[in-house]
């Protein structure tokens, strides 16, 4: 699986981004996908998962409200909407595939990664 992540950049806080991630290649009929983030000096964490289908998502506490996550199964995209944005946003966001048919937050359970892109939160 091959996964090309977007939409990364400089915002203010306050605002909004959406973030995108198209994969290609053998996805699997059942899979989910995730979002997770690093910011500098620190582990990566999970942000947000959906299932193939969308019925099942999961969200770190801290984006709760603030972030959504979707998916277009036709175009084997994912979404990550940003809004009210903070300077703790700020980090590199990667997209990952997971074999699991539920969303999942350990990383360790995603075979493919995108390569990240850039999300910095002014105050």
């Known amino acids: 699986v091959q996964l090309q992540a977007s939409g990364g950049g400089l915002v203010q806080a306050g605002g909004s981004l959406r973030l995108s991630c198209a994969a290609s290649?053998?996805?699997?009929?059942?899979?989910?996908m995730g979002w997770f983030r690093q910011a500098p000096g620190k582990e990566r964490e999970f942000v947000a998962a959906?299932?193939?289908?969308?019925?099942?998502?999961r969200y770190t506490d801290s984006v709760k409200g603030r972030f959504t996550i979707s998916g277009d199964n036709a175009e084997n995209t994912v979404y990550l909407q940003m809004n009210s944005v903070k300077p703790e946003d700020t980090a590199v966001y990667y997209c990952?595939?997971?074999?699991?048919?539920?969303?999942?937050?350990?990383?360790?359970?995603?075979?493919?990664w995108g390569q990240g892109t850039l999300v910095t939160v002014s105050s």
């Open positions: 990952g595939h997971s074999g699991s048919i539920v969303p999942v937050t350990n990383p360790h359970l995603y075979g493919s």
């Open positions: 290649g053998r996805t699997f009929s059942s899979y989910s």
């Open positions: 959906i299932s193939r289908t969308g019925g099942s998502t």
